[in-house]
C-alpha cells in the first residue's frame, strides 16, 4: 500500500502536479499579503513578496519558524526574546520557550495583518486532527482558532482575503485501518466573523483535493481520484499499468464549485489526464489540455487559452498574478492575463532547472533542482527576472 502511494506520489511529481495554493488578489479591502505555500515539497514554506516564512523540520531548531527578507537577504527566528537560545521541540522539551517554536510541525505559517497564523499538531491528538492558531507577530499570545477533526493529511493550505483555506484527505480510520475509498474535504476558516466551514467530497478510491481557492464566496478545486481500486496491486504492476497507460484511463481529474452561502457543489469541468498541470489561484483556474494552456478567468466566467512548443513532458506552468510563466529547462515565457500573449523573457545558461514557486510583484521565488532529490530555494528579483538576468540568491538554511 505504502509503496502504491510512493509510486503514484512519483507519477504525480513526473507530471507537475505538486505546486500548490496560490493567492487570490480579489479582496482588495484587507491587508492582502499574498503568501503562496509551497506544496508537495515542503508544508512549512511559504512565501510572498514581503519574504518567506519557514519552519526547521528537524534537528534541535525543530519547529522554530524563521524570517528571510530578500531585501536584505537576513534571516531570522520570529522570536524577539532577549538572550533566547531558540531552542526547538524534542521529546525531552514538547513546550520550548522560544516564542517562535509552534510545536512539533508547523505547517501554513503566514502574516496577516498584526498577526501570524499557522497549523500544528497537539500531540495528545496522535497525527489525524490539525488546529488552526492564531499569534501576535512576535509569536506570543497564542489562541486556537479552530480543529480540523477529519485533516489527517493536508493536501494544500490557501490563505486569500479574509479567508484561510485547507484541503485534506483521510486514508485511515481513527484505529488505523485503511479506508478502502479515500475521504476528502476542505476547511474553510473566515477571520472576519470567526467561523468554521467545513464540507466532504464523495469518497473515491485515491481520492485527493490538490488545489483549491476562493473566489466571491466560492470555493473553487480540483479532485483528482481513480475509478478503480489498486490497493491489492504491487508497485511492480503499478509501473506496468503506467507504462501501458492504463492509469490515463482510470484517472479522473475534475474542477469543481462550492458556494459558500448556498453550500451547493457543482461540477465544472471534467479534464484530461495526459497533462497534468492543473492550477488554480489569483481568480483563475489553468490547465493542460491537447497542447493548449486553458486559462478560465473565475471572475468574469471567461476561458482564453494559448500555445507553446515546450516539450510537452519536460515543462512547468507557474502562476504569477498577473499572467502565467512557462518554462522548461532553458527558456522562460510569460502570457499576461491582460495583453493575452506568451512573450519570451530570457534563456538560462546553466541547464539548472528552477521551477518558479511563486512570481510576485517584486520578488520570484524558485526551486533549483541539483538532481532530481536533491534541490534548494532561491530569489531573485522581478525586475531582474524580466531582464532575463537570472542571478539567483540562494536562502540560507534553517538550522
Ligand atoms: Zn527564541
Known sequence: ???????????????????????????????????????????????????????????????????????????????????????????????????????????????????????????????????????????????????????????????EGDYLVYTYKKLTTANGEALKKTQAGIYIYDIKNNVMNHFSLEEQYELTVFQATIVDNEVYYFTAYMTEDLTDKSYEEIVELTSENYLETIRKIELWKYDLKSKQTEKIKIMDFVNGKKMLGFSHAVWEEDGRVYVMDLLEHRLD????????????LTMAGNGIVVNDKKSFFFWSYSDKKLIKIAETTDGKIMVPIMVGNKWIYARGFETM???????????????????????????
Request: overall charge negative.
Open 1 to 159: 500500500m505504502k509503496k502504491m502511494i510512493y509510486g503514484i506520489l512519483i507519477f504525480f511529481m513526473s507530471l507537475g502536479l505538486y505546486g500548490c495554493a496560490e493567492q487570490n488578489q480579489t479582496n482588495i479591502n484587507t491587508l492582502n499579503e499574498d503568501y503562496v505555500f509551497e506544496g508537495g515539497f515542503s508544508w512549512t514554506n511559504s512565501y510572498s513578496d514581503k519574504g518567506v516564512i519557514r519552519a526547521c523540520e528537524e534537528g534541535r531548531k525543530m519547529g522554530v519558524c524563521f524570517y528571510y527578507n530578500p531585501e536584505t537577504e537576513v534571516q531570522v527566528p520570529l522570536c524577539t526574546k532577549i538572550n533566547c537560545e531558540h531552542q526547538g521541540y524534542s521529546f525531552s522539551d514538547t513546550a520550548p520557550s522560544c516564542d517562535a517554536c509552534f510545536g512539533e510541525s508547523v505547517l501554513c505559517a503566514r502574516i496577516y495583518g498584526n498577526y501570524i497564523y499557522y497549523v500544528s499538531n497537539m500531540s495528545e491528538d496522535g497525527l489525524f486532527k490539525k488546529h488552526i492558531y492564531r499569534a501576535n507577530l512576535d509569536g506570543t499570545n497564542r489562541k486556537l482558532l479552530g480543529t480540523m477533526d477529519e485533516a489527517q493529511e493536508l493536501v494544500c493550505g490557501i490563505y
Open 305 to 316: 487559452y494559448f500555445e507553446h512548443n515546450l516539450d510537452i513532458n519536460d515543462h512547468y
Open 373 to 399: 532529490d536533491v534541490s534548494k530555494i532561491y530569489c531573485l528579483s522581478k525586475d531582474k527576472f524580466m531582464r532575463g538576468e537570472f542571478e539567483w540568491i540562494e536562502l540560507p538554511e534553517v538550522e
